[in-house]
């Protein structure tokens, strides 16, 4: 079973691109949401955080997301040392759930694929790209979040054009009908060559 990495910055669109796959039936695994899941379930991850970013890492609900946002993507050390905690936890659950999966291929589907070294375990990588003044708008819609605090986060991501380099697939994700088409196209090449 091939592992196909999706990635793109913040905003570019892969979430929207993970679901297309998943619509022509490719399991896909959204490691966001995943890692998200372990702040909350891993008695180790909530310790190790607690102790590098304090008490008020964590509030009822579980992780306190503000709170943490707030202080790690301000800081790059912070990042990385989060990064560290959560990553390693993220990959042997994925390993766990693709075992599972009974498919050609499955989707992993990830921010920072290549930032921390993730894209290595893919056999093939796509990227979404999309230019970084749309990028900032959509998510402006879709989270409510300022300006600063988006281009915070894209500070912490390589940009497109380190990413093109390494990536096997591009999709440049503009208009949703062309995007849909190209993923039609891609799952169709990636079943063919396998
Ligand atoms: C830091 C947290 C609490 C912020 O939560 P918040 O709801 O504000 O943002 P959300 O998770 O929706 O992330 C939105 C976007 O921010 C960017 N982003 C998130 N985490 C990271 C990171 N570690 N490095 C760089 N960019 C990131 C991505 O583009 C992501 O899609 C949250 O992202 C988290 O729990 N992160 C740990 C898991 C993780 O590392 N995920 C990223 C890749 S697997
Ligand atoms: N081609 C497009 N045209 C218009 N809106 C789009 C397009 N692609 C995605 N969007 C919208 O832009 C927003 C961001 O898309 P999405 O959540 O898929 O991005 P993402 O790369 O997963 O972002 P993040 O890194 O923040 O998780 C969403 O509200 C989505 O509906």
């Given at each position: 079973m091939k592992i196909v990495g999706l990635t793109g910055g913040i905003g570019s669109g892969k979430t929207t691109v993970a679901k297309m796959f998943s619509e022509l039936g490719v399991p896909v695994y959204i490691a966001d949401v995943e890692a998200k899941?372990?702040?909350?379930?891993?008695k180790v991850i909530r310790r190790k955080l607690i102790?590098?970013?304090g008490e008020n890492a964590y509030n009822k609900e579980g992780l306190n997301r503000t709170y943490v946002a707030d202080k790690i993507f301000a800081d790059t050390d912070l990042l990385r040392a989060v990064n560290e905690i959560i990553h390693p936890k993220v990959a042997v659950h994925f390993k766990k759930w693709a075992a599972e999966q009974k498919s050609t291929y499955v989707i992993k589907e990830a921010a920072i694929l290549f930032e921390n070294g993730g894209y290595k375990n893919c056999d093939l990588v796509v990227l979404v790209t999309a230019p970084k003044a749309v990028r900032i708008k959509r998510v402006m819609g879709r989270d409510k979040a300022s300006k600063y605090e988006i281009e915070q986060r894209m500070d912490n991501q390589w940009s497109d054009e380190e990413?093109?380099?390494?990536?096997?697939?591009?999709?440049?994700?503009i208009d949703l009908e062309a995007t849909k088409k190209n993923v039609a196209e891609i799952h169709n090449s990636i079943l063919k060559k396998s």
């Open positions: 899941k372990l702040t909350n379930t891993s102790e590098l970013l990413k093109m380099k390494l990536a096997d697939i591009i999709i440049e994700n």
